[in-house]
């Protein structure tokens, strides 16, 4: 059971990797310095430096360059063209646009962004520690001390869950409301 266990996290994490990861297969070349990335976010070994920026009417350019003055003459080409632009992606004034997502860099802006993701993060752990329990708890058959470790570990994902919630819930309480700290 464990080393099939073991077999089928690699392979979930390998899929998931690599559904995530890889760059669109229809990148569109823009000239011959640049190509559209489309909806992927990771750029090729041979153009590697990210050219994103927003066009006049709001749109989204994603696209990569060879070097960042490639990005630059192409930016400008489009700024010839009529093409106005906002040099800071998609995220906007505030913010840095990562593989992570918008991570914003002021001290206000970035500690509710930092709590945010770190709650998610925990709160996927618990699940997954949830999953792995109700497995060992299915697969144990007449093995009651197979059975007691089962529940034991799911109940140590339920109570870590519901301390995450509650220490969440009185640092925004203290933090936020009584002493009124920037960013909560």
Not at 9 to 24: E, G, H, N, Q
Not at 74 to 85: D, I, P, Q, R, V
Not at 87 to 100: F, K, R, S, W
Request: charged share 10%; with cysteine.
């Amino acid at each position: 059971m464990n080393k099939l266990f073991h077999h089928f996290l690699i392979f979930s994490i390998v899929s998931i990797l690599t559904w995530v990861a890889l760059p669109t297969p229809s990148a569109k070349a823009v000239g011959n310095s640049c190509y559209s990335l489309g909806w992927a976010t990771i750029c090729r070994p041979d153009y590697p430096t990210q050219c994103n920026f927003n066009k006049s009417d709001g749109t989204a350019v994603k696209s990569c360059c060879g070097t960042a003055d490639l990005c630059a003459a192409y930016k400008a080409s489009l700024a010839e063209s009529g093409e106005t632009f906002s040099a800071t992606g998609t995220c906007g004034l505030g913010a840095i646009d990562t593989a992570l997502g918008c991570i914003p860099y002021t001290f206000e802006a970035f500690t509710p962004a930092l709590f945010g993701f770190l709650a998610g993060l925990a709160g996927g752990i618990a699940l997954i520690i949830m999953l792995i329990a109700t497995v060992q708890i299915m697969v144990s058959g007449d093995n009651a001390e197979a059975v007691k470790k089962g529940k034991e570990l799911f109940t140590g994902a339920v109570t870590g869950l519901l301390f995450i919630i509650f220490s969440v819930t009185l640092l925004r309480l203290v933090a936020g409301d009584i002493i009124k700290l920037p960013g909560f």
